[in-house]
């Protein structure tokens, strides 16, 4: 559909870095969303404009929406993408002083650019009980179907 078409070129903008562009198309997604009522969808586009938000210094403007996805999402039910919203096994490190190896797994041959290591930083993920995943061993199609795109994995 027009609504799914329009979210799909936001998040290409918005991976892309463009905000500027990506904000109107999540808005008018939005808004389809909710003339259809598609709950599950307003949830998802809700948390994309809560982080352009945070981005843009509308700080109140992005905790206000991230509450509303997060309740839309326990409301239904969803506690795989509430969960992967309130990833709490995350930490930020500086790039400075990483291990080599490391680096050059993520940084390639720019991990030697000591004035990039100086401006970077790593995230560290460290799954619970399980690995919240999207579109892991799915095709295309099925990836734009949250019900079939999502799946958790098992963490020993």
Request: charged letters at 25%; proline letters at 3%.
């Amino acid at each position: 559909s027009l609504m799914w078409a329009t979210r799909t070129l936001a998040f290409v903008y918005r991976t892309s870095g463009d905000n500027k562009r990506a904000r109107p198309l999540y808005e008018e997604s939005l808004r389809g969303a909710r003339a259809l009522g598609d709950k599950t969808l307003e949830a998802a586009l809700l948390g994309a404009l809560a982080n352009i938000a945070v981005e843009e210094g509308r700080v109140d403007d992005g905790i206000s929406m991230a509450r509303t996805s997060l309740q839309i999402q326990a409301d239904a039910g969803d506690r795989v993408a509430a969960e992967a919203r309130l990833c709490s096994g995350a930490r930020v490190l500086a790039a400075v002083g990483a291990a080599p190896d490391i680096l050059r797994a993520i940084f390639r041959d720019t991990s030697g650019n000591q004035e990039l290591m100086a401006d970077s930083c790593l995230i560290e993920v460290t799954p619970e009980k399980e690995f919240v995943t999207y579109g892991i061993g799915v095709s295309l199609m099925q990836m734009r179907l949250p019900e079939k795109a999502r799946g958790r994995a098992p963490v020993s």
